[in-house]
């Protein structure tokens, strides 16, 4: 067996290495495709055309696309996660949210790079469904937490926290069905102004 | 021929009223339908079951499926013209905006009862999708224009009016993905908390 087919537990560091970079182009060139294609109309061909490799060198990462879709989700709620963490190196809700917004924007644009992942978790097989839309459920608990302590601190109007979250993800989720990494919408620019107008609105009023 | 089926500028004024309630009881079983089962997964039948007549029924009126979403968004792209009509009463920008926010959250909870129409654009036929993108863009353009008089006249803050629109509109279409009518979020107190939300992180920060 080829070194680079060898279990991640077994192979050296550096085959391991490498083979996480070719993974996570994999995943890349997924999520293009996804974006341009639709996910549905994407076939492994595709993918494995835009790294130039046939279809089969795929296999030795992913055994289909539905695979494929999940390990995008999962990688995507990794970094929603690493997120959380960062949070705490603020005082106020309002800094907190506002780097959430920026940061969950960051990883739309360049994450994602703009493909529609939250609207294809229907394509996934039940269990991976509920994996994906338990992870979803404890970023969105943890938003809402943010919100209540924002208004016990007095930062935040007395909204309903439920409301202002699905607010907040609508506006970030909706990136998918417009932004082009190609366009004229600065990435940053676009975290920025999401994050004063989307805590803005909490603020004052 | 029964005068129920005579072409509408033909028939008596009764039969038109009542073709045209017969119509809408159909868009709005529609709606349903998509909204619970997925606009691909629904059948003519599932639409016909629901209003407790036959498939063939549904012929007078539509000739599939497809004709059914497309005019579930004419009617829907209508409603948002009266929406923006209905702004010309008030004299600022936020007013003008924090109604269109309002009422359009009516329109996604009320009229189409959170079916996620502007999800389902892709299933249309291509010259339709042209129709619905026109008229969608007109309204996006509307709505921009609001955020640049609003800047103008000292009302917002300078931000750049698309990214607002879109941060506006996406937290407005995302309701399609978790608002249920039977669930404890009150369709008036979504419309009114938004408006405040999205109208207060423009006029301030």
Known sequence: MAPSRMPGSLASPHVRAK???RRTEILHAALRAFRERGYHATTLDDIAERLGVGKTALYHYFPDKEAILFACHQESLAELDRILRGTRRY???TERLAYVIREHVRVMTD???GSPLAFEVPALAPERQD???A???RYERALRRMIT???AAGEFRKVEPKIAVFAILGAINWIARWYRPE???HAAELGEQFAEHLVGGLTCG
Chains 1, 2 share one sequence.
């Open 135 to 137: 992870a979803r459920d």
């Open 131 to 133: 994996t994906i839309i």
């Open 183 to 185: 366009g004229t919408i």
């Open 149 to 151: 302590d924002g208004i």
């Open 19 to 21: 083979r996480t970079r």
């Open 111 to 113: 994450t994602l790079e």
């Open 91 to 93: 005082a106020s809700a």
